[in-house]
Every structure is written in structure tokens, then in C-alpha cells.
């Protein structure tokens, strides 16, 4: 068998998709659309709360195209806070107007492949701070699902620890470049979701997400192992923002 990879997880991870039931939305009384505001409103700076008390972070996004009209990307320390998220969320007025789009569940992770040997990497405080990092506040997100192949001779799990230690390298090395324009969370979902790892990517430039993930499509480990599922890419909504999606002329 080959060595597994040692993983540290720090937050939980929740990304909830949602569509706007636009029919509903357009034909509800102005009362009750500032009353399922204000309950949004409500739960944004509640999780704005969380957040400043470093116990929690939460991303809120559009989506642009038809597979959502927009994501809530939210950090917990337990399984149970997120779930109690959405529990709180589906029960308020916003909540009647939006459909389910799709939802993933993961955690935190980062793996040993560039550890420093001989080191406790929880004494570090900047590996602590990227398990349970503050998600930034820039202006795109970009999110998708992804496998280790399992293929014939293309068997990442097969691979020994310094094959699969020299191809992160060169990973790592092409995402270093992108410092200060594409900040990436990864989260681990084996015996969570459907896929092994969920992407998530911010920039401030969207042009970027293309950018790095074509280099990587030429590098060994995406081009031989990856496998990716959908691809969901939005905007940051600001508080400007959230009056122009939901306002009605
Ligand atoms: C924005 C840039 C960027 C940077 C700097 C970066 C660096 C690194 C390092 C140093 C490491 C290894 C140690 C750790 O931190 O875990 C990783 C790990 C990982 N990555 Fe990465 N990655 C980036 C970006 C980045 C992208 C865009 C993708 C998607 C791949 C693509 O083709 O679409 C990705 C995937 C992953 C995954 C799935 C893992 C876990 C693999 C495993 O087998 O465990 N990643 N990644």
C-alpha cells in the first residue's frame, strides 16, 4: 500500500446554492419583499458577528449563468453550526423565495506533501490561520469539485509518496505565481460529498481563474489525475449590489 498523505482540517465548509424564485419575488407585496430582506439582512450581520469573533467566516456571492443566482459559502468549527445555519435560513421569508441549486459539504484541508520535516506545523501560526482562514472580501468567486483519478496507470492512490510529493511541488509552484491574484481555499469532502475535494477560488480580476487553471491543466497532476465536476463563477454581492438584484422598477 501506498503512504497516505497526513491532512490537517481546520473549518467546516458549507456551500449553499440557491436559485430566486423571480416569479414569486416579482409578484409578492412590497411589504413582505422588505420583510424577506430584512431577514437577510438580519442573517448577514449576524454571520458578520461570527466572523469578527474569528469563530466563522461566510462568502456571499452571485452566480452568473442558470445553474444558481447565488452562493452562501459559509466556515464553521462543527458540522452542526453549518447545519443550524441552514436550518435557521430555510425557515425565514428570503428563504421562501429561493430554490435549492445545489449544496456541497467539506472541511479545511491542507496535506503534508510540503511540510518542513521535523516540524509541528500546529505551532505554526500561519498554517493555523489557512485552516480556519477569514474568506477574502474580493470581488470573484469561482468554485468546482474535484477527483484523484483512479485509472488503469493514471492511479494517483497508487503513486508512491515521492511521485506525488514531486507533482504538488510543481503545482504548488505554478500557484505561487498567482499570489496576490487568485487566493485558493481547498476543502476535503472524501465521505462528506460526492467529490473528493472542493475548489474555491477568489480574485479580484475574474480573467484570472482561467488563467491559472489552463496553466494547470498542463501541469502532470491536473493534466494525468485531475477530474473536475461543474464549475459555478460569480460576483461579490455588496450591500449596492444586493439592492440592484433584488430591487423591482
Ligand atoms: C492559487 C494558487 C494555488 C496554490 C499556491 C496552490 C498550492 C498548493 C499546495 C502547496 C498544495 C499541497 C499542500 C497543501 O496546501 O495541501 C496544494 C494542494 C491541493 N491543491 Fe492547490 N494550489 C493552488 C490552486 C489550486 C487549484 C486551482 C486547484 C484545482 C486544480 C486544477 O487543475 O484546476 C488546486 C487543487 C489542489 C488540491 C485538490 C490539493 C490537495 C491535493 C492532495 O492530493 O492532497 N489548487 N495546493
Known sequence: MSEAAQTLEGWYALHDF????????????EAERQMALDDLHAFLKEWQSVEDNKQGSTAFYSIVGQKADFVLMHLRETLDELNAIENAFNKSTFAQFTIPAHSYVSIVELSNYMAQPGTDPMQNPEILARLKPILPKWNHICFYPMNKRREGNDNWYMLSMDERKTMMRS??????????????????????????????????????????????RFDEVSARFGDFGDFYVGNRLTEEKLGELFGIK
Do not use: C, P
Open 171 to 216: 503545482h504548488g509552484m505554478i500557484g505561487r505565481t498567482y499570489a496576490g491574484k487568485v487566493k485558493q481555499i481547498i476543502t476535503g469532502s472524501v465521505g462528506f460529498d460526492n467529490w473528493e475535494w472542493g475548489v474555491t477560488l477568489f480574485a479580484d480580476d475574474a480573467l484570472q481563474f482561467k488563467k491559472l487553471v489552463y496553466e494547470m
Open 18 to 29: 440557491r436559485s430566486i424564485d423571480w416569479m414569486a419575488w416579482t409578484a409578492a407585496e
